[in-house]
């Protein structure tokens, strides 16, 4: 069986393969961010969705960088889980 970090490695040889990679890096490092602030908030998805007043689907939705959130939903899931959104915008 290949390993995971091999598949990748051989995939992002493939330039369109890199792109789309790439492209979507933004979206799954948002979702990480999420995920991350709700850890160290010690909360479930559950417990932040009571806090948003919304569902736990909604919250996995969110965490699956699958979705396009407004900045509201992202502020209003910060304050839920006892943090701050920042927006930086940096030069490419």
């Not at 979702?31 to 806090?51: C, G, H, P, S």
């Not at 969110?62 to 979705?67: A, H, I, P, R, T």
């Amino acid at each position: 069986m290949t390993a995971l970090s091999t598949l990748k490695r051989r995939a992002m040889k493939n330039p369109e393969i890199r792109k789309a990679y790439e492209d979507l890096a933004p979206e799954y490092d948002l979702a990480a961010q999420l995920i991350d602030a709700r850890v160290k908030a010690k909360m479930t998805q559950e417990q932040v969705a009571k806090a948003m007043h919304t569902t736990q689907s909604v919250i996995s939705r969110l965490e699956s960088g699958k979705v396009d959130p407004t900045s509201n939903t992202i502020r209003r899931y910060a304050e839920a889980v006892g943090a701050k959104m920042r927006v930086v915008i940096e030069a490419a």
